[in-house]
Each structure stands twice: as structure tokens, then as C-alpha cells.
């Protein structure tokens, strides 16, 4: 009896317990409640952030609507958090479909509702992962959006749909918390100089592959921003603020913009990131905080967080608050103060809510002027072509998928011509830079202006574009037809097609045979390549073209036979079928080793493909950037073994267990070394083949044993006055000596296996003002700079016309061995498409 009387009452005790912790739970928390410490004083880790946004969700259900829409290359989640009035999250579908009818983006015809349809405002934040403050930011904002004692946001978000992605790149946020919360102290130190400050190779800045997010956005390289963008795309938000962090002195930066800003950004864009401005000018303003706007961060470059929103019809911004990596949880500024993580937080919260507050204000002229903007583009397509042509012929094809591969991405349509030829029309050819006549094919591209997205394609193809100002952040050309070196033709008329359906894919049916050619054509054919390898097959390429059975080969082409191959047996033509058939790319049989024109495949002109064996130098000193697109396009796109080995690391490897060396650019410390530049020759003469990328050139050129930097005579001031600048115009002067990536036409020796795939030309995107000597012995000259080579982008006056006569890609005989130039880079952002195949030759092809 005692007994039960106390495990009755432990029950009760232990229901109470219960009631009382579903009660607690059942209670929406502030940050601080939930975190157990106040934002601002600990970095909170992304699994804490993400568990916070779930609360918030399961606790506040009637406001929010979470959703994961995928996750990072290391299995952290994304998300978004959808932020309105209970009756606006009741009916989130219905908005969403109505504001893409409010742009013309949906396929059925409904009529959308003007009227009362809520403002879009997505709110993104950490994209760069060590710039911190704002992931605590996010948590602030949504917090105050669902506080029930905050009557004011309530009012805003009954005309105000709020999308939150607490952060874009939480691989590299964590990358930096995670380190940051393993160094710090007790107390934190605010001395720029103390460890916590100096955060280690490669950075927080960039996800997993060291890419930037914040220039992937048109691109979408990355498995991020992929996933990101159908998102996005599927809801097309009125306003988007990108959250950043800049240097720990500089003041907060808000709209408006810096110049440039790009021609298309209409004049409504331009006048409300005045308003937005303003409004967060008065709560700066009232608590005495310094800030600027109109400097620094300009709008051009197409892959921003600010310009791709503006470009489709939103309002974009960027917004910096001081601190980044530097920033710690307390900084030590030049002017004495101390600047704290939350200070940080609490600049990007204030701008946060500010930008909602504005928006809500004035919901219904952004909807209006919205669809104003999308409505302009259907009806009169922005700029002056109205077709875009593309040439699709069949050496154009790989190139012409991965285009339409880009165009999908961005919502972008495309028809093909169809029926035969009607005759001769007229338009500008990017290629020749002059207005032409031309025929039509059909397989070719039509890209018409007058499209919802007809913004981005003036912006994405316009041959040159207009700055206004030179002095911008990024580069300042990407015109498609260069990027993928397509025969492209723009018209003033719009072209009519005949209907025609896209070219369907390979289906690949050879049977046993004496042989198989694979033509080098583009990436797809080296992906090709690449599976045949893996999979132990033999195969070699043509140095020469060729015709065999009818059919006419170029350079490069790839021939698979049954002499090397015997282990495969019968199944050599299904393992064939399969490579071809997964890459969209022909396997032509040959029924003999005797062919008609050209070298038989016994000759020495045929060369067989050793299966390279690749290291790739990474860490301290190596460009993270340039690193990291090697590094990407190896395993995502080749998916082919690379070794990754430390540059530090450099005297201590056996150099003998690799065929192939990549140097992406860096400072290397071991070129000051003795025996580690004695190794590295050794390895190079016995048979290595090193593959120098940008700024390792430079390191090479300043060695006795390879390639001569040009010198280039900058002095163009002959009144030795002129050579005084004025301090004001100080700028001005830096800026004509400034190539921030500009596009130029590359002569090419197509013979060479370095070329093989290419026209005798190939359009570069110079980075720099860097200039190599010509090979004058053992070795060829590939890709050189001629005279007046310039296409378009930016190029400072006093540079422009000395960047000439310079070798730009090149292959040096050494020992055994090679080394291949490679001046410019051929993987920018892995989306200089027409770059890629050369690398591949680079790594494939030379030397073998
Ligand atoms: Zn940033």
C-alpha cells in the first residue's frame, strides 16, 4: 500500500515533469533563450542555427513555413524560411503562383491578381561563410518578425511575405566557426594581431570547393547555388539583400549602389535603393552609427547576390558590415574601439528589418513596377537585337548543349530554327565584330529579346558592354558567344523559326568491330575519355586527320581497337556504347586499320594515351580560387582520381608516383629552394609533365631554366609633367593601367596537340597585364596575343596597346619532359566553358 502510494505519486511527479516540458517546448523562444547565451557573445555552429529555425517553425506554425531545399557538398542542410500574416502562409502556394503570372513565367495562361498580392522580400545571408555576423543576424530578424509582444512586424507582414535563408554556404561557415571556437581563449583578444584574427588557409570564404557563391549565381557551378536557384527562381522575390562583411574599419555600406551600374537597370531599380536607403539612414542616424552607400560595391557583373535579382526584376543589394574573418567576437578598430560580433549582428538585423519595413510601405508599387518590368520585356524585349542566332553545326554541338544546359538554368528560352534554309538575313557577327548576312540551319539557336527574362540575355550576350565607370569590383566581359565560342549572329529583326525540335541525344549501337573512333569535340568527348580510362581501356588519339570508311576524323580524335584491348573481349562495344551513349557523344566503327587518307593506326601519328596519374598543389601559398576549380572540375566534372598534396609538403614527395603536376596560380616558396627546384627539374627530365596555370607562370618566369616575362614599357607620359597625378584623380590613374578581366582573341596553332578541338583561335579572358617571351627553341608557341586582339571588357588606356606579340599558352620540351604555359585561366569559375577542353589537352594529350 505504501508502496503503491509512492509510485502513484512518482507518476503524478513524473506527469507533471512531462506536462511541464511539453509546455516549455510548446513556448516560442528568442534566440537567447534557446541558444542559452546571448547572440553576439559565441559564434553559434550552423546545426545550432538550423535547430533554431525548426523551433521557430514548429512554434510559431500559423507564420512560418520551413523548408529544406537541399543541402551542401559536406550534408549540411539548406534552407528557407517562409516569414508572413497566418493567412498569407495559408495560401503561400497560391502567392507564389500568382507573382510568377506577374512576370509571364508560368506556362498556363490565368490571369495573375494585381491587387492586394504581397510584397516578395528574400532576405540571404553568410553566402561568404567567414563573414559571420550575419547567420546571428538571421536568427535576430526572424525572432522579431514572430515575437508576439512585436505589434509592428506583425503589421508588416500582412502585405509582406518574408524569405529567409538563414545561410547560403554553411560548409565554409563552419569551416571558419569551427576553427575560431577551437583557438580562442578564455576571453576573447581583441588585437588584430592575436591568432583569433588570422584565419588559416584555404578560408571560410568559399563553400567546399573554395568557389565563391557570390559570383556563381548566373553560373551555378556550385551544388549550392543550384539548388538555390530553382528556389529562387521558382518564387522570383521583389527584394533580395546579400549579406556581407568587409574590412573591420570599414563603416556599415547599404544602397544606393556604386557606378557602374549596368544600362538595363531601369529607373525605378535605381530610385527605390534610394528609399530602401534612406529608411536605413534614419535608424543609423538615430543611434549615431556611421555608414556610406554609392561607393565601392557597383552593379554590373551578372553573378551577384545583388546584380542576377536585379537583372531579374527585383530590387538588389548588397549590404557590408565591417569585420569579416578579422572580426572575431571583438576587433580592435584603428580609431580605439573595440567592434563586437554583436554590434555586427545587430547592423545587418537593423537593415534587415528596415528593408522589410520599406517594402511593406510600399508593397503595392513594388508589385506594380514588378510586373511592369517582366510585362516591358515580353512586349518590347530590352536592347536593340531581337534574335540571338546561335550556329549549331556539328563541331558546334558539345558547345551548343552546354549553352542550353546554361540557358535552362536561368530560365531562359530557346527555340530551334527547323526547315531548310529561307535564304540571307543580316546581323552582327561577334566573331568578325561587323554586321554580316548569314543563313539559317536547322539545328540553330534561336534566342528571342521579347522574353520574360529578356534583361539577363541583352546583359548575356550584348557584344560589348557599356561601362560608364571602369572602376568596378569584378570583371567586366562574359558575352556568351566568346565564353563558349559559338558562331553567334544578333538581328535588329526578329527571326522566325519553322518550329523546329531540339537535336535528340546519341543512342550508340556499335557491335564487335576492328575498331572505334570517338571524335575530340568538347568536354563531353573527354568525359568519354575519361570513363574509358577508369575502366582500364586502351585508347589513343590521331595527331593527323584522317578518313576511314568514308567518314572524314580531325585531330584529336579518339581510336579505341580491339590490339590492347583483348581483356575486354566481347564486351568492348557494349563498354563503348555506354561511355558514348552516358555522354551524348558518337562511337564510330572502323572496319580496318588501313585507311584511306592519313596515318594507319600503326604509325607513329597515332598516340597511345597513357592513363595519367595527377597531383594537384594545394594549400599555403596556392591561390584557393584557383586551387579549388581544379580541384571541382576533377571530381564533379571529370570525375577522374586527383591527388592533392600540399605545397609546403613539396620536398618530401615521391614525385616518381605521378605522370602529371598541376600548379594553379600561387606564390611558391619551394621556386627559392635549391633542391626543391633541382627535384622538380629532375622529375620534369625524366618524364614529368608540370602544368603551369596564371600566376605560376610568373613563378617560372622569374627561374633560369624556363619561360621570359615580356617587359612592357608603361611609360606613355613623354612631357615630364604629365607624369605628375593629380591626388584627386588618383583613382582615374590606377584605373588605366587596370585589366580587371577583359576578353581576347588568341591566335592558335591547331596542329599542336595543346589546340586540338579548337579553331585556329580562342577567346581568352585576361586577368592580368602579364606578358611571356615567345619559345624561340625546344619547345611551341601555341596561343599568342597579335596585334589589336581586344574584344571586349575593359582594358586601361596606358595597358591597351602594348598587350601584344606575348605567348599566352605554350608547351616547353624538357629532358623527357614538358611544361606546359597555360598564361590565362582556362577554368575561371568553371564557367569560361571553351577553356575547358584545352586544359583536358593539357593534361590528355600533350606529350604523349
Ligand atoms: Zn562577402
Known sequence: MKKSKIMHIRSLLSFLFLISTLVSSAQLKSPDEFLGYKIGTRYTPHWKIVNYFQHVAANASGNVKLEQ???????????????????????????????????NLTKDRAAPVEENAPALVWLSYNVHGNETSSSEAAMMTIWSLVDPSNTKTKDWLKNTVVIIDPCINPDGRDRYVNWFNSIVGKNMNPSLSAR??????????????????????????????QQRMKMYNQWMPHVHVDFHEQGVNNPYYFAPA?????????????????????????????????????????????????TYPVYNGAIGMTYEQGGGPAGGLGALT?????????????????????????????????????RKFFNDAVSSGVGEYKTYLIKNNETDRERVNALMALLDKNGIQYEFAGGSSRGTFSGYNYFSARDEMFTIDGNDLFIHSQQPRSAMIKVLFEPKSKLVDSNTYDITAWSLPYVYSLKTYASK????????????????????????????????????????????????????PFESNGQQFDRG???????????????????????????????????????????????????????????????????????????????????????????????????????????????????????????????????????????????????????????????????????????????????????????????????????????????????????????????????????????????????KAKLNDALVFGVQDMGSGKIVYLADNLLFRNFWENGKLMFCNAVFFVGQ
Open 557 to 799: 580524335s579518339l581510336i579505341i581497337i580491339k590490339k590492347g584491348n583483348e581483356k575486354f573481349g566481347n564486351s568492348l562495344a557494349s563498354i563503348i556504347n555506354q561511355a558514348c551513349n552516358a555522354n551524348n557523344v558518337k562511337a564510330n566503327t572502323i572496319t580496318t586499320g588501313f585507311v584511306d587518307k592519313g596515318f594507319d593506326f600503326g604509325s607513329r601519328k597515332i598516340h597511345y594515351i597513357k592513363t595519367p596519374r595527377i597531383a594537384l598543389l594545394t594549400g599555403e601559398s596556392v591561390g584557393s580560387n584557383a586551387a579549388g576549380e581544379i580541384w571541382h572540375f576533377f571530381e564533379q566534372t571529370l570525375n577522374y582520381p586527383l591527388t592533392l598534396i600540399n605545397a609546403n609538403d613539396f620536398g618530401r614527395i615521391n614525385w616518381s608516383d605521378f605522370d602529371v603536376l598541376i600548379l594553379p596560380s600561387g606564390n611558391y616558396r619551394f621556386f627559392t629552394e635549391k633542391s626543391s627546384t633541382d627535384q622538380l627539374k629532375e622529375w620534369i627530365n625524366k618524364g614529368g609533365k608540370l602544368v603551369a596555370l596564371e600566376g605560376a607562370v610568373g613563378q617560372l618566369a622569374k627561374t633560369d631554366w624556363a619561360i621570359k616575362s615580356k617587359k612592357v614599357d608603361d611609360s606613355d607620359k613623354k612631357d615630364p609633367y604629365d607624369a605628375l597625378d593629380i591626388y584627386e584623380e588618383r583613382e582615374r590613374e590606377f584605373i588605366k593601367s587596370n585589366i580587371p578581366g577583359s576578353i581576347f582573341k588568341v591566335q592558335l596553332d591547331n596542329t599542336h596537340p595543346l589546340a586540338f578541338g579548337y579553331p585556329n583561335f580562342y577567346y581568352t579572358l585576361k586577368q592580368d597585364d602579364a606578358l611571356y617571351e615567345f619559345i624561340k627553341e625546344g619547345g611551341w608557341n601555341v596561343g599568342v596575343l597579335k596585334k589589336d586582339s581586344q574584344v571586349s571588357g575593359f582594358v586601361g588606356s596606358s595597358l
Open 258 to 306: 556604386a557606378q557602374p551600374f549596368h544600362e538595363v537597370i531601369t529607373q525605378w531599380q535605381r530610385d527605390f535603393q534610394v528609399t530602401i536607403g534612406k529608411n536605413h539612414a534614419k535608424y543609423f542616424d538615430a543611434n549615431g552609427w556611421l555608414y556610406f552607400t554609392k561607393e565601392v560595391f557597383d552593379l554590373f557583373y551578372p553573378s551577384y547576390g545583388d
Open 334 to 370: 584603428d580609431e580605439g574601439d573595440t567592434l563586437t560580433l554583436l554590434d555586427r549582428a545587430t547592423h545587418h538585423y537593423t537593415t534587415g528589418l528596415s528593408t522589410i519595413e520599406v517594402s511593406s510601405l510600399n508593397a503595392s508599387r513594388l508589385v506594380r513596377e514588378f
Open 196 to 225: 583569433e584574427h588570422r584565419e588559416p588557409w584555404p578560408g571560410g570564404r568559399t563553400n567546399h570547393y573554395n568557389f565563391d557563391l557570390n559570383r556563381d549565381w548566373a553560373w551555378q557551378t556550385q551544388i549550392e547555388s
Open 69 to 103: 531545399y537541399g543541402q551542401t557538398n559536406e550534408g549540411r542542410p539548406l534552407l528557407l524560411s517562409f516569414v508572413s500574416s497566418s493567412d498569407n502562409i495559408s495560401r503561400l502556394e497560391q502567392i507564389r503562383l500568382n507573382n510568377l503570372r506577374l512576370a
Open 493 to 544: 529583326t526578329k527571326l522566325q523559326s519553322s518550329a523546329g525540335t531540339r537535336p535528340s541525344a546519341i543512342t550508340n549501337n556499335v557491335s564487335d568491330a576492328y575498331g572505334y573512333v570517338i571524335r575530340w569535340q568538347g568536354l563531353q568527348s573527354v568525359k568519354a575519355l575519361t570513363t574509358l580510362l577508369q575502366q582500364g581501356l586502351k585508347v589513343r588519339f590521331s595527331e593527323t
